[in-house]
Protein backbone atom coordinates (compact mmCIF):
# COMPACT_ATOMS: atom_id res chain seq x y z
CA UNK A 1 0.00 0.00 0.00
CA UNK A 2 1.03 3.80 -0.58
CA UNK A 3 0.20 6.74 1.14
CA UNK A 4 -2.15 7.86 -1.57
CA UNK A 5 -4.02 4.49 -0.98
CA UNK A 6 -3.67 4.44 2.54
CA UNK A 7 -5.72 8.37 2.81
CA UNK A 8 -7.73 7.16 -0.29
CA UNK A 9 -9.29 4.99 2.62
CA UNK A 10 -9.88 7.31 5.18
CA UNK A 11 -11.18 9.91 2.96
CA UNK A 12 -13.66 7.22 1.65
CA UNK A 13 -15.13 6.81 5.50
CA UNK A 14 -15.37 10.38 5.88
CA UNK A 15 -17.04 10.62 3.23
CA UNK A 16 -19.48 8.14 4.16
CA UNK A 17 -19.84 9.66 7.71
CA UNK A 18 -20.59 12.85 6.23
CA UNK A 19 -23.30 11.66 3.93
CA UNK A 20 -25.13 9.43 7.33
CA UNK A 21 -24.66 12.83 9.39
CA UNK A 22 -26.12 15.25 7.04
CA UNK A 23 -29.21 12.64 6.37
CA UNK A 24 -29.56 12.93 9.96
CA UNK A 25 -32.75 14.65 12.27
CA UNK A 26 -33.02 16.33 15.82
CA UNK A 27 -31.01 15.74 19.13
CA UNK A 28 -31.16 12.38 18.79
CA UNK A 29 -28.42 9.43 20.00
CA UNK A 30 -27.78 8.46 15.78
CA UNK A 31 -26.86 11.85 14.89
CA UNK A 32 -24.39 12.41 18.55
CA UNK A 33 -22.66 9.16 17.45
CA UNK A 34 -22.28 10.05 14.14
CA UNK A 35 -20.92 13.49 15.19
CA UNK A 36 -18.61 12.18 17.51
CA UNK A 37 -17.05 9.29 15.36
CA UNK A 38 -16.58 12.24 12.56
CA UNK A 39 -15.24 14.47 14.72
CA UNK A 40 -12.72 11.90 15.70
CA UNK A 41 -11.83 10.46 12.56
CA UNK A 42 -11.51 13.96 10.82
CA UNK A 43 -9.51 15.29 13.93
CA UNK A 44 -7.17 11.64 13.80
CA UNK A 45 -7.12 11.95 10.09
CA UNK A 46 -5.76 15.38 9.72
CA UNK A 47 -3.08 14.98 12.55
CA UNK A 48 -1.83 11.52 10.48
CA UNK A 49 -1.98 13.50 7.41
CA UNK A 50 0.00 16.71 8.02
CA UNK A 51 2.24 14.48 10.22
CA UNK A 52 3.17 11.72 7.07
CA UNK A 53 2.07 13.71 4.24
CA UNK A 54 2.28 17.20 4.48
CA UNK A 55 5.34 17.53 6.97
CA UNK A 56 8.17 15.70 4.37
CA UNK A 57 6.33 17.67 0.98
CA UNK A 58 6.98 21.35 2.92
CA UNK A 59 10.91 21.38 2.23
CA UNK A 60 10.23 21.04 -1.06
CA UNK A 61 9.76 23.89 -3.30
CA UNK A 62 7.17 22.97 -5.65
CA UNK A 63 5.12 21.70 -2.79
CA UNK A 64 5.37 24.01 -0.21
CA UNK A 65 2.25 26.36 -0.88
CA UNK A 66 -0.22 23.36 -1.45
CA UNK A 67 0.95 21.37 1.55
CA UNK A 68 0.50 25.10 3.48
CA UNK A 69 -3.07 25.43 1.59
CA UNK A 70 -3.82 21.49 3.04
CA UNK A 71 -3.34 22.38 6.85
CA UNK A 72 -5.27 25.74 6.21
CA UNK A 73 -8.21 23.92 5.07
CA UNK A 74 -7.76 21.30 7.91
CA UNK A 75 -8.31 24.69 10.19
CA UNK A 76 -11.11 25.60 8.40
CA UNK A 77 -12.70 22.76 9.19
CA UNK A 78 -12.15 22.19 12.67
CA UNK A 79 -13.45 25.75 13.07
CA UNK A 80 -16.70 24.42 11.40
CA UNK A 81 -16.67 21.27 13.87
CA UNK A 82 -16.16 24.15 16.37
CA UNK A 83 -19.39 25.90 15.47
CA UNK A 84 -21.22 22.84 15.14
CA UNK A 85 -20.04 21.45 18.92
CA UNK A 86 -21.58 25.05 20.27
CA UNK A 87 -24.81 24.81 18.75
CA UNK A 88 -27.55 22.70 19.48
CA UNK A 89 -28.69 19.52 17.42
CA UNK A 90 -32.10 19.80 17.30
CA UNK A 91 -31.92 23.53 15.60
CA UNK A 92 -31.85 24.29 11.66
CA UNK A 93 -28.65 25.93 12.12
CA UNK A 94 -26.81 23.05 12.79
CA UNK A 95 -27.65 21.03 10.09
CA UNK A 96 -27.23 24.20 7.75
CA UNK A 97 -23.28 24.02 9.14
CA UNK A 98 -23.31 20.00 9.37
CA UNK A 99 -23.65 20.65 5.26
CA UNK A 100 -21.23 23.34 5.09
CA UNK A 101 -19.09 21.00 7.30
CA UNK A 102 -19.84 18.24 4.26
CA UNK A 103 -18.84 20.56 1.57
CA UNK A 104 -15.63 21.92 2.98
CA UNK A 105 -14.56 18.57 3.60
CA UNK A 106 -15.19 16.68 0.10
CA UNK A 107 -13.75 19.90 -1.31
CA UNK A 108 -10.65 19.22 0.47
CA UNK A 109 -10.56 15.10 -0.58
CA UNK A 110 -11.50 16.34 -4.57
CA UNK A 111 -8.21 18.84 -3.68
CA UNK A 112 -6.33 16.12 -2.16
CA UNK A 113 -6.92 13.16 -4.77
CA UNK A 114 -7.28 15.69 -7.62
CA UNK A 115 -4.29 17.39 -7.86
CA UNK A 116 -2.34 17.02 -4.33
CA UNK A 117 -1.84 13.39 -4.59
CA UNK A 118 -0.72 14.04 -8.60
CA UNK A 119 1.97 16.30 -7.69
CA UNK A 120 3.02 15.14 -4.60
CA UNK A 121 3.46 11.76 -6.43
CA UNK A 122 6.29 13.66 -8.62
CA UNK A 123 8.31 14.01 -5.68
CA UNK A 124 8.33 10.72 -3.54
CA UNK A 125 9.62 7.53 -4.68
CA UNK A 126 7.53 4.43 -4.64
CA UNK A 127 10.00 3.20 -1.20
CA UNK A 128 8.87 6.56 0.43
CA UNK A 129 5.39 6.43 -0.60
CA UNK A 130 5.32 2.87 0.90
CA UNK A 131 6.85 4.24 3.98
CA UNK A 132 4.40 7.04 4.74
CA UNK A 133 1.67 4.50 4.28
CA UNK A 134 3.35 2.37 6.97
CA UNK A 135 3.67 5.38 9.17
CA UNK A 136 0.45 7.11 8.26
CA UNK A 137 -1.56 4.10 8.75
CA UNK A 138 0.13 2.51 12.01
CA UNK A 139 -0.55 6.67 13.55
CA UNK A 140 -4.48 5.54 12.47
CA UNK A 141 -4.57 2.88 14.18
CA UNK A 142 -2.67 3.76 17.33
CA UNK A 143 -5.35 6.32 17.74
CA UNK A 144 -8.66 5.38 16.32
Do not use: C
Amino acid sequence: MNIYEAIRNDHDIQRDLLKQLVDTFGDTKTRSDLFKKLNKELSIHANAEERHFYKPLIPVDMMQEHARHGIAEHHEIDELIERLEQTDMDSSAWLKIAKDLKHKVEHHLEDEEHSFFQLSGKVFTEKEKEELATKYVDYMKAHR
